[in-house]
C-alpha cells in the first residue's frame, strides 16, 4: 500500500472518529445558566457559562446527551444537549418587536411567571396540607388514647369509691364490736362488784346474828 492510500485511510479514520461537525447554531433556552465543560459528563472541568439567548455553533454531538459547541467568544466545550433550542428564545424575540406586539409578549411573559409562581405556591400547599393531615391522624390516635385512659379513670375512681364505702362501712362495724366487747367486760366487772356487795352484805349481817346474845 503507497503513502497516498495510508494517509487516505488515516484522515477517513479520524473523520469517522469525530464528532460531527454540522455548523448548526443553537441558543440557550429560556431562564437557565448553564455550564460548558471540557468533556461530554459532569465530571470534567468547568470552563465557562452561558445564559438565556447566548448563541454557539454546534460542532457535534454524543448519544448520551451532551453537545459540543463552540460559544460566541470562540471557546469550545461540551454542554447538556437538553438545555439547546433551535428557535431564539422569547427574549430575544421579544427585543425585536413592535410595542404594540412588546406589550402583548411581556404580558404573556408575565402571565408565564406567575403561573410558575402559583404551581409553585399549589406545590408547596399540598405539602403542608399533607403534613397537616398527618399531624391530624396523630392527633386523632392520641384523642382516642385520651378517651380510654378518662374511661379507665373513670372506672378506677368508681371502684376507690366503692372501696372507701366498704371500709368505711367495716370500720363502723369494727367499732361497735369493740364497743359491744368493752360494754360486756364492763357489765361483767359490775356484775362481780356487784355481787362481791351483796356478798359482802350477806356476811356481814349474818355476823351481826351471830354476835347477837341470845337472852
Known amino acids: 500500500m503507497n503513502f497516498p ?32 465543560r ?36 470562540g471557546k469550545e466545550g461540551w454542554v447538556l444537549t437538553r438545555f439547546l433550542v433551535k428557535e431564539r428564545p422569547a427574549v430575544l424575540r421579544l427585543a425585536e418587536l413592535d410595542p404594540t406586539n ?9 402571565a408565564h411567571k406567575e403561573n410558575q409562581r402559583l404551581t409553585k405556591e399549589l406545590g ?7 403534613e397537616l393531615q398527618t399531624r391530624f391522624d396523630k392527633l386523632s390516635a392520641d384523642a382516642a388514647d385520651v378517651v380510654a385512659l378518662k374511661a379507665r379513670h373513670q372506672k378506677l375512681k368508681a371502684q ?7 371500709n368505711t362501712e367495716l370500720v363502723v362495724e369494727n367499732k361497735s364490736l ?11 366487772g359490775a356484775g362481780v362488784l356487784v355481787v362481791g356487795w351483796l356478798m ?16
Open 5 to 36: 492510500m495510508v494517509a487516505a485511510v488515516i484522515v477517513a479514520g479520524l473523520l469517522a472518529a469525530a464528532p460531527a461537525t454540522a455548523q448548526e447554531t443553537l441558543y440557550v433556552t429560556d431562564q437557565v445558566r448553564i455550564t460548558v
Open 38 to 73: 471540557s468533556g461530554p459528563s459532569t465530571g470534567n472541568k468547568v470552563t465557562g457559562t452561558a445564559v438565556t439567548g447566548d448563541k454557539m455553533t454546534l460542532l457535534g454531538a454524543k448519544p448520551e446527551g451532551w453537545s459540543l459547541v463552540r460559544l460566541s467568544n
Open 102 to 110: 412588546k406589550d402583548q409578549a411581556l404580558r404573556l411573559e408575565q
Open 124 to 130: 408547596e400547599a399540598e405539602a403542608k396540607l399533607a
Open 160 to 166: 376507690f369509691e366503692e372501696q372507701g364505702k366498704q
Open 178 to 188: 369493740k364497743f359491744s366487747g368493752d360494754l360486756k367486760w364492763f357489765l361483767a
Open 200 to 215: 359482802g352484805l350477806a356476811l356481814h349481817r349474818r355476823k351481826k346474828r351471830w354476835n347477837a346474845p341470845l337472852y
